[in-house]
């Protein structure tokens, strides 16, 4: 399967504790997109990569959030001191995105956090 | 900022109907429009993308129309199945950020 891949794919933490997700992108992919979805919403926009470069930030991405990108490959998101409020089913996608534009955005199977 | 908004926010129907499902957004300055389907805890399967120029795609028994003046867009489900039912999700991209979604419709097609 040369999908979307997201690991791990449920994550039960105490509050206070830090957790890392992992996403691996679509291979020939440039851009990666993190988001956040709550019970009966619609995902939520949290932050953007183009190749290795982080080059938007929702304001709902505290200071306790923080997401890499080495070489423009896979991607971690690391949320420190988590919060019950945290708990959500954050999601990773991709898309390839050239001079014309476009981009289909392609998701993965979701990591679901419960803090408790 | 924009808002997507999703009517109905749920429906269900009798295997074998028609239905279409709306979406509205109050900024029409978009670069496009993707049509999702989700599965009860799944990830998000992209059924049709509409680019800002284009009025209409079709795949298969799904058909979705864009009118971007209006801030406006319709999925079409022909002879709809059990296996259709999820939660349908519509987001507009503005720029060079993120989708901006709306919160969705639960359809369920009764056996």
């Known amino acids: 399967d040369t999908g979307v891949s997201q690991d791990p794919r449920h994550k039960i933490t105490k509050r206070g504790q830090n957790v890392t997700f992992r996403c691996d992108p679509i291979?020939?992919?440039?851009?990666l997109y993190w988001y956040r979805q709550t019970l009966g919403q619609g995902p939520e926009f949290l932050t953007y990569f183009q190749n290795e470069a982080q080059l938007e930030k929702s304001r709902l991405l505290s200071d306790r959030f923080s997401a890499e990108r080495p070489k423009g490959s896979f991607s971690t998101l690391e949320i420190q001191r988590t919060e019950q409020g945290d708990s959500a089913m954050y999601l990773c996608?991709?898309?390839?995105?050239?001079?014309?534009?476009?981009?289909?955005?392609?998701f993965g199977p979701g990591t679901r956090l419960t803090v408790l | 900022k924009q808002e997507v908004t999703q009517i109905p926010a749920a429906l269900s129907v009798p295997e074998g109907e028609n239905l279409v499902l709306n979406c509205s957004f109050t900024?029409?300055?978009?670069?496009?429009l993707q049509w999702f389907r989700q599965d009860p805890g799944k990830g998000l399967t992209s059924l049709l993308l509409i680019q800002s120029s284009q009025r209409e795609q079709t795949s298969g028994r799904l058909n979705a129309s864009l009118d971007k003046s209006s801030g406006r867009s319709t999925l079409y489900i022909a002879a709809s199945q059990p296996g259709d039912s999820a939660t349908y999700l519509c987001a507009v991209r503005q720029g060079a950020d993120g989708l901006t979604f709306g919160k969705g419709t639960h359809l369920i097609i009764q056996p």
């Open positions: 996608a991709s898309s390839l995105v050239g001079l014309e534009g476009g981009g289909e955005q392609f």
């Open positions: 291979s020939e992919h440039n851009r």
């Open positions: 900024d029409s300055a978009i670069y496009n």
